[in-house]
């Protein structure tokens, strides 16, 4: 059963360090989501790619956060430096290629990120 | 802008039947989803709907109506492992937009 992986799956450290989160999508899916979820502002999009390519990171403060895919297997989420407002559970998600209307998004199971 | 509202809580018995609304302003569209999701895990995908309508999937149905920007979704014979949240998104372009989720608790 084909699944998105996400490590860590938690994550507990001092603010001002660097966080990384990586996701590896499911095989043959050209699509990455990251997204946010928090109790009071819900599941947020901070950024997504599409063949490795940045399509949208408007949701993502660009100050401290960063995303990149190195290879195809491989996405990235970094935070440097964390603040404290950054706990959450950050999820990654991912679709297959020509994602047609109605196809949907898989997610993993998220980094639970908590920052001292 | 977008703004997807749904209710913050809902609760029913077993056996029952609930109904989740959902109201979304977006300025685009492109599908209405909705996707599970139990406490601690991912969400996971439930339904779609682009064209008006009642589309069914076991005890599951969702509706939409585009013009009142308005969906539903209809959960029947509720089962205790239906307690989670059930989170309505909108597809504009090519990500989803999501609202902030309904937290359903089924009680015996």
């Given at each position: 059963?084909?699944?998105?992986t996400q490590?860590?799956?938690?994550?507990?450290?001092?603010?001002?360090?660097?966080?990384?989160m990586?996701?590896?999508?499911?095989?043959?899916?050209?699509t990455?989501?990251?997204?946010?979820?928090?109790?009071?502002?819900?599941?947020?999009?901070?950024a997504y790619?599409?063949?490795?390519a940045?399509?949208?990171?408007?949701?993502?403060?660009k100050?401290?956060?960063?995303a990149e895919?190195p290879?195809?297997?491989l996405?990235?989420l970094?935070?440097?430096?964390?603040e404290p407002r950054?706990?959450?559970v950050?999820?990654?998600?991912?679709?297959?290629?020509?994602?047609?209307?109605?196809?949907p998004?898989?997610f993993g199971?998220?980094?639970?990120?908590?920052?001292? | 802008?977008q703004?997807?509202d749904?209710?913050t809580?809902?609760t029913?018995?077993?056996?029952?039947?609930?109904?989740?609304n959902?109201?979304y302003q977006?300025?685009?569209f492109?599908?209405?989803?909705?996707?599970?999701?139990?406490?601690?895990e991912?969400?996971?995908?439930?339904?779609?709907?682009v064209?008006?309508g009642l589309?069914?999937?076991g005890?599951?149905?969702?509706?939409?109506?585009?013009?009142?920007g308005?969906s539903?979704?209809?959960?029947?014979?509720l089962q205790?492992?239906?307690?989670?949240?059930?989170?309505?998104?909108n597809q504009?372009?090519?990500?989803?937009?999501?609202g902030?989720?309904?937290t359903?608790s089924v009680?015996?």
């Amino acid at each position: 059963d084909a699944r998105v992986t996400q490590t860590p799956r938690h994550k507990v450290t001092e603010m001002g360090q660097e966080v990384t989160m990586r996701c590896q999508p499911i095989l043959g899916h050209n699509t990455v989501f990251w997204y946010r979820q928090t109790m009071m502002q819900g599941l947020e999009l901070l950024a997504y790619f599409r063949n490795r390519a940045p399509l949208d990171d408007s949701g993502m403060p660009k100050d401290r956060f960063s995303a990149e895919m190195p290879d195809a297997t491989l996405a990235t989420l970094k935070i440097q430096p964390s603040e404290p407002r950054d706990s959450a559970v950050y999820f990654c998600a991912s679709a297959p290629p020509r994602q047609q209307h109605g196809q949907p998004q898989h997610f993993g199971d998220g980094t639970r990120l908590s920052i001292l | 802008g977008q703004n997807i509202d749904q209710p913050t809580e809902m609760t029913a018995t077993e056996g029952a039947i609930v109904q989740i609304n959902c109201t979304y302003q977006t300025s685009g569209f492109n599908g209405l989803f909705w996707y599970q999701q139990h406490a601690g895990e991912a969400p996971t995908f439930l339904s779609y709907n682009v064209l008006d309508g009642l589309e069914e999937k076991g005890r599951f149905s969702s509706f939409l109506s585009r013009s009142k920007g308005y969906s539903y979704l209809l959960l029947k014979e509720l089962q205790m492992k239906d307690s989670a949240s059930y989170l309505c998104a909108n597809q504009a372009g090519t990500a989803l937009i999501f609202g902030k989720g309904t937290t359903l608790s089924v009680s015996s």
